[in-house]
């Protein structure tokens, strides 16, 4: 089933490229300086993040010395983050906001999450370019295990497409999916170590970390990031069941309700 989709969408593979690219530039067409704000907003983000909690508060990790070390932690984690959440909230609604199009064109529909998928990549990778540029000019670049971001990525995007899917079927029959989930993000990022360490967390609320499967994928960016080592790879391996778990359903729900999509919207 999953590699006749797969198969369907890369005969539309132009479709999805010119998708991602109408959304590149509309969201920049019509501005005076164009494309350019997609690398100064995060720009001066991560320069806000550097300047704020390294040079004025001087905030530091227990353990790390490094003058870095804070803003590197905050920005490998929100980041990656961004990605996760845009995913997620892109998938929710992209039936609902390509009403008119599922009606009017006929194309495969697994291509509205692969479009989803690669617009959102092409975000994050103009701010990670950056982010990896900072860590370059301020030497703190992880060296080897720069590498591991890739399989952390895959695992990461996984985990967002297989509940975005799910969570953009629902949407498309019960409305209240989109209001609930909207909090349950913002709960989830504050359970998830992003902004904090978790070993400023008591014992007995570190213990919980292990049912938020964004925990070891964010703390496996977090370690390669400030501490130049590979993630904990055996912490990982519940968060890809889960991931493969939910691509599973999600494409399971999606084949099975794909036909009453349509006449839903």
Excluded at 141 to 153: E, Q, T
Excluded at 183 to 196: R, S
Aim: glycine share 6%.
């Amino acid at each position: 089933m999953a590699a006749l989709m797969l198969r369907a969408a890369w005969s539309y593979r132009g479709f999805i490229a010119g998708s991602v690219k109408r959304e590149f530039q509309a969201k920049y067409g019509n501005a005076v300086l164009g494309a350019i704000w997609a690398i100064l907003n995060p720009l001066a983000m991560i320069l806000v993040y550097t300047v704020i909690f390294a040079q004025i508060m001087r905030s530091k990790l227990p353990g790390v010395d490094s003058v870095y070390a804070y803003s590197i932690y905050l920005c490998a984690g929100i980041l990656t983050w961004g990605l996760f959440a845009e995913i997620c909230n892109r998938a929710l609604n992209m039936f609902i906001e390509q009403a008119n199009l599922l009606k009017k064109v006929s194309f495969p529909r697994i291509c509205l999450p692969l479009i989803v998928v690669s617009s959102a990549v092409l975000n994050f990778a103009i701010i990670f370019a950056l982010f990896t540029l900072f860590l370059l000019l301020s030497g703190n670049f992880p060296g080897w295990s720069y590498a591991a971001v890739l399989p952390l990525l895959l695992l990461q995007i996984a985990l967002a497409i297989g509940l975005g899917l799910i969570l953009g079927v629902l949407n498309v029959f019960f409305r209240d999916t989109g209001q609930l989930f909207a909090i349950v993000l913002q709960f989830w990022f504050w359970l998830t170590p992003i902004v904090y360490s978790p070993e400023i967390l008591p014992a007995e609320v570190r213990a919980w970390l292990v049912w938020n499967p964004m925990a070891p994928v964010i703390a496996g960016y977090q370690r390669i990031f400030v501490s130049g080592q590979m993630p904990a790879w055996a912490t990982l391996w519940p968060s890809a069941v889960l991931a493969l778990l939910l691509c599973a359903v999600g494409l399971q729900l999606f084949r099975r309700r794909a036909g009453e999509l349509v006449d839903e919207l």
